[in-house]
């Protein structure tokens, strides 16, 4: 079966950086886009970037220019590399697997993610 995790969360300050990893299993990488999501408390699961199967990426306006997302399709990785960290991007991360091909806002829409990882806490402190 599919199996995503992730890697690479936990407590830094404001300004600080982290690299997160997901890693999957049972599906065919090299021709699926996977995506970074993360949820707050009390808020919805939000879309922050994505990686199509070519490398293309797109990201949230709220992490342009301080995140990246990365893929290696030999070793079924995503990364997500997050730099100069706000407090409100204290969330819960998690990444998510689908079809490559999308169309506008349903390429990025929590709903058009098949498989999912358990998710990691990232916590940015003031």
């Known amino acids: 079966q599919v199996q995503l995790a992730e890697s690479g969360g936990g407590l830094v300050q404001q300004g600080d950086s982290l690299r997160l990893s997901c890693s999957a299993s049972?599906?065919?990488?090299?021709?699926?886009?996977i995506a970074w999501f993360r949820q707050a408390p009390g808020k919805e699961r939000e879309f922050v970037s994505r990686?199509?199967?070519?490398?293309?990426?797109r990201y949230a306006d709220s992490v342009k220019g301080r995140f990246t997302i990365s893929r290696d399709n030999t070793k079924n990785t995503v990364d997500l590399q997050m730099n100069s960290l706000k407090s409100e991007d204290t969330a819960v991360y998690y990444c998510?697997?689908?079809?490559?091909?999308?169309?506008?806002?349903?390429?990025?829409?929590?709903?058009?993610?098949?498989?999912w990882g358990q998710g990691t806490q990232v916590t940015v402190s003031s």
């Open positions: 998510a697997a689908a079809w490559d091909a999308c169309e506008g806002i349903g390429c990025y829409a929590v709903g058009k993610y098949p498989y």
């Open positions: 049972g599906l065919a990488f090299n021709i699926y886009a």
């Open positions: 990686s199509w199967s070519d490398g293309n990426t």
